[in-house]
């Protein structure tokens, strides 16, 4: 089974200032990657996701995360943060072997006005 | 397209009781997964039903058992409930069975066991 593994639990970050959540997982074996954020009181929304092809992918509000095959990582990063940014973020893994969805145990951003 | 919807959205039980939550998926969406979150622990992957099958399990007890009916709407229910089933339980959904397609998901249960 995939373990993912989110290092950091809180991230504190001042506004406009650049974040990387670290994220990495336990098997390379042909994997679907994805971040979630969920907001307070929200459920999760689909941030970006990696399934095949370019190792870079980007979201529409900024984000974006690298797959790092060797490395078994799917850093997420922004260059600028806002206050809106501020929620938790989910990193999970869908191996091709299963069908089953690993979640990490998420990483709270907040930014500091 | 309305959204995942879950009913009810808070709960409050005792121990020993039993709890049925419900989840609505996106119309034309087949597949539907369920998930525990608790702070210390994340999110768990319960289980996924797909055409009214059961198509995957997580490492839950018994205790925890789901189905899905014709209309895609599933249930999942927790009989003989402990303190530690305290969570917000997620559902999601997705056209296929969710192997590389994006997951919806529905604001939660808060289920709180007294």
């Known amino acids: 089974a995939q373990s993912v593994t989110q290092l950091d639990s809180q991230v504190p970050v001042f506004e406009e200032a650049p974040v990387e959540l670290r994220c990495n997982y336990s098997?390379?074996?042909?994997?679907?990657l994805f971040w979630y954020v969920q907001y307070p009181n929200q459920g999760l929304q689909l941030l970006l996701k990696y399934l095949s092809g370019s190792t870079l992918v980007e979201s529409i509000n900024g984000f974006e995360a690298e797959f790092n095959k060797s490395q078994t990582s799917f850093h997420l990063r922004k260059p600028s943060v806002h206050i809106s940014d501020t929620a938790e973020y989910f990193c999970?893994?869908?191996?091709?072997?299963?069908?089953?969805?690993?979640f990490g145990t998420g990483t709270s951003l907040t930014v500091i006005p | 397209k309305a959204g995942v919807t879950q009913t009810p959205r808070y709960l409050i039980k005792t121990r020993g009781q039993q709890v049925t939550l419900s989840c609505s998926p996106i119309s034309g969406h087949r597949s539907v997964s369920w998930y525990q979150q608790t702070p210390g622990q994340g999110l768990q992957f319960l289980f996924e039903?797909?055409?009214?099958?059961?198509?995957n399990k997580g490492n839950f007890p018994g205790r925890f058992s789901g189905r899905q009916f014709s209309n895609s709407r599933s249930e999942m229910n927790v009989s003989t409930l402990e303190l530690g089933d305290s969570a917000l339980y997620l559902c999601a959904s997705s056209l296929q069975l969710a192997g590389g397609n994006e997951q919806f998901f529905g604001p939660g249960t808060r289920l709180t066991v007294l």
């Open positions: 098997s390379s074996v042909s994997v679907y």
């Open positions: 999970a893994v869908r191996d091709g072997t299963g069908n089953q969805f690993y």
């Open positions: 039903y797909f055409s009214e099958t059961q198509r």
